[in-house]
């Protein structure tokens, strides 16, 4: 069973994430998500995290960074490049809710709403850190070959 037809005979679903796109907020093998089916016609904001199907299908869990008219676009927590064109018929859930570290953190809990916003906020400096990082670690690289 497949997580539409979990959630078309469920409405909500427990789950464990894979991967490390939601960094720091969600780690596997440690913490869940609890989502609920996108209602027919619903139509998600800026900062929802989203659960969404990447063609062929694969199953994708990011936040909403912007909504355009025919769709959105979504970036992981722990990512340098946005996804654009994501059409609304692809996305399939929206998180209620996660268990970090043990305790459950509803998205309407306050702290949680300041951290997506900060969190997206300092995404520009995030990206310049990174990208710094993998400069000096390929100089350093370079040197070591000398």
């Not at 063609?55 to 909504?67: A, G, Q, S």
Request: hydrophobic share 35%.
């Amino acid at each position: 069973m497949n997580i539409e037809q979990y959630l078309s005979d469920h409405d909500s679903l427990v789950y464990s994430n894979k991967g490390v796109s939601m960094l720091p907020m969600l780690r596997q093998g440690r913490d869940l998500m609890i989502v609920r089916r996108k209602r027919e016609g619903e139509r998600l904001k800026k900062y929802d995290v989203a659960i969404y199907i990447r063609p062929p299908h694969d199953y994708v869990l990011h936040r909403i960074i912007r909504v355009d008219e025919d769709g959105y676009v979504f970036l992981g927590d722990n990512c340098e490049n946005k996804e654009y064109g994501i059409r609304e018929e692809q996305v399939i859930a929206v998180m209620t809710a996660f268990v970090h570290k043990g305790k459950q953190i509803e998205v309407n809990n306050k702290g949680y709403i300041f951290y997506s916003r900060f969190w997206y906020f300092v995404y520009p400096l995030r990206r310049m850190c990174r990208r710094s990082k993998r400069f000096i670690k390929n100089i350093i690289k370079s040197i070591g070959r000398k």
